[in-house]
């Protein structure tokens, strides 16, 4: 048995407004909370959520720091698929959130091993990750830690599951667009975070939280860790929990 919590809701929008709340509700508690935040489809209407609570003036990111998981290698900067560009567009330039609290891999840094060593000082200089959201890939990875024959441990350079680049292909012009490299927390990074929420939607995503949830820890599903983990909610909708064994 897993000490997972999981939360099914009917649909995308319910199980969006309980993320947001999950996150809102540590930041009134602790103003100065440390968060870890995801890019891709999934996190959107949290997002809004969040963004609606501070325009209705019932919460605040004025004191919050934040570090994304992961960013893509060799766009160039600014480019409209970054995710630090994603970030902006559909949360930060929305809040009130102070631009030195927000920390993304710099895709474009000169040295990339000493950007992955940087990025993890800077998280434990913070005081470490008080919650990480995670989405997860159709094939289980978070952040970019991909389906392998081992966890990698801390933020480090890898390369994009070929199922990743199909996945994700639909952000771009064509699929020759989509990097092939990225800068992604490790495992260890995401297990060193003192809570963990994973959002999932959609049938695609069923398999692999089946797996995640129900199956051996193993890295050739990297989600499959977080059994391991003592404080980790898994907010579904219907259609991601639909191969959830009926026990449960
Ligand atoms: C994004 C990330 C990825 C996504 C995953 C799901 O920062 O680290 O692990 O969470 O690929 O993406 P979506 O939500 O687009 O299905």
Redesign the pocket.
Known sequence: MTEMKIIVSANYDEMSRLAAEQVATLVRQNPKAVLGL??????IGMYRNLIEMYRQGTLSFKQVTTF???EYIGLPPGDVNS?RYFMFENFFKHIDIQEENIHIPDGNAEDLEQECIAYENKIRAAGGIDLMV?????NG????NEPGDHFPVATHVTKLDES?IQ??ARFFDSIDQVPRYAI?MGIGSIMRCHRILLLAS?K??AQAIRGAIEGPVTPKLPASILQFHSDVTIMLDAEAASLLSRSR
């Open positions: 995801p890019t891709g489809s999934t996190p994304n998981l992961d995710y995670l989405g997860v890939g159709n990875h978070i952040g970019f990743t996945a994700n992604t959609g695609a995503k």
